[in-house]
């Protein structure tokens, strides 16, 4: 996905109507005209999907060793991205609030279990 992205940018960033879009990305009507090409949309799609993933791996792995219940989550990660981070975060306090157990932090701690 990486090399994908990569080589996405570059043929994005080769055009110089593209580039003169994001130069001046204060200016939203030249955002959007640099967006309105295929190879710019492209390596977007590929910079979301590479997020979503990253973020959803998180999601699934907090929710395995916390016992959490986490399909909603990655299901609106995948399609609407934060709105499934804010949903595993809720979810997460949901349980907590239920439950005796503490829960872990995966960006806190190691996961290295040092019982």
Do not use: M
């Amino acid at each position: 996905l990486s090399g994908l992205y990569v080589y996405l940018s570059t043929i994005s960033l080769s055009d110089p109507e593209i580039l003169e879009g994001f130069s001046n990305s204060q200016n939203l009507s030249a955002l959007t005209k640099a967006f309105s090409y295929p190879d710019t949309v492209a390596t977007a799609w590929a910079h979301f999907i590479a997020a979503d993933l990253f973020v959803g791996r998180w999601i699934y792995l907090d929710g395995l060793r916390n016992k959490v219940f986490t399909a909603h989550s990655l299901l609106l990660c995948l399609f609407f991205g934060p709105t499934g981070i804010l949903s595993h975060l809720v979810t997460r306090k949901v349980k907590s609030f239920f439950s005796e157990d503490e829960l872990v932090d995966l960006l806190a701690t190691s996961n290295v279990d040092t019982k």
